[in-house]
T-cell receptor
Framework: TQLLEQSPQFLSIQEGENLTVYCNSS?????LQWYRQEPGEGPVLLVT?????EVKKLKRLTFQFGDARKDSSLHITAAQPGDTGLYLC??????????FGQGTRLTINP | GAVVSQHPSRVICKSGTSVKIECRSL??????MFWYRQFPKKSLMLMAT?????????EQGVEKDKFLINHASLTLSTLTVTSAHPEDSSFYIC???????????FGPGTRLLVL
């Protein structure tokens, strides 16, 4: 069974600080996706990483896929209150299924 | 961008009734759609894979007679919660697999409350 361990599960920091969320597995994934979810809404895709070692940037968000394609990280620079939400990593398992991490509930305090 | 809609967005029903939730891909065709359940402050749990023109594939522990899935067209999948009970109350989310880019796009979710 493929599992994704996401950490931390909860994070509360002040506006302007930097943070990193980790997504780790013992399994290899062909691709990994990061989503952000607001309360009462569905997840919204932020990025898909496919190649080992790949780094993608989305404004203040930097996503990295591990060389072995078993882990990934999301780094946010100068966090803002608008970044508050549930961040989910998901790896593509077999049969097109997504395996989700437990999620990281991020709160940015003004 | 790819858009997936769900209807209704929220529903309240009495115990014992059945509730149907629709998932539509609005601007692309999806041969495969997925149904998830999400408990408060938890991650998404895959319930089943909906395949257009064939039977759905259910995850272990999910009752197929309880959660009926129909994928009648390339843009529509439905989930029917039969004989709903309070423990079925949850947030149900669907996603549609867009072949290009191998990306799943999620609907906005349906909040079900069974009284």
């Amino acid at each position: 069974t493929q599992l994704l361990e996401q950490s931390p599960q909860f994070l509360s920091i002040q506006e302007g600080e930097n943070l990193t969320v980790y997504c780790n597995s013992s399994s290899v994934f062909s691709s990994l996706q990061w989503y952000r979810q607001e309360p009462g809404e569905g997840p919204v895709l932020l990025v898909t990483v496919v190649t080992g070692g790949e780094v993608k940037k989305l404004k203040r968000l930097t996503f990295q896929f591990g060389d072995a394609r078993k882990d990934s990280s999301l780094h946010i620079t100068a966090a803002q209150p608008g970044d508050t939400g549930l961040y989910l990593c998901a790896g593509e398992g077999g049969a097109q299924k997504l395996v989700f991490g437990q999620g990281t509930r991020l709160t940015i305090n003004p | 961008g790819a858009v997936v809609s769900q209807h209704p967005s929220r529903v309240i029903c009495k115990s014992g009734t059945s509730v149907k939730i629709e998932c539509r891909s609005l601007d692309f065709q999806a041969t495969t759609m997925f149904w998830y359940r999400q408990f408060p402050k938890k991650s998404l749990m895959l319930m089943a894979t909906s395949n257009e023109g064939s039977k759905a594939t259910y995850e272990q522990g999910v009752e197929k007679d309880k959660f009926l899935i129909n994928h009648a067209s390339l843009t529509l999948s439905t989930l029917t919660v039969t004989s709903a009970h309070p423990e079925d109350s949850s947030f149900y989310i669907c996603s549609a697999d867009r072949a290009v880019g191998k990306t799943q796009y999620f609907g906005p979710g349906t909040r079900l409350l069974v009284l």
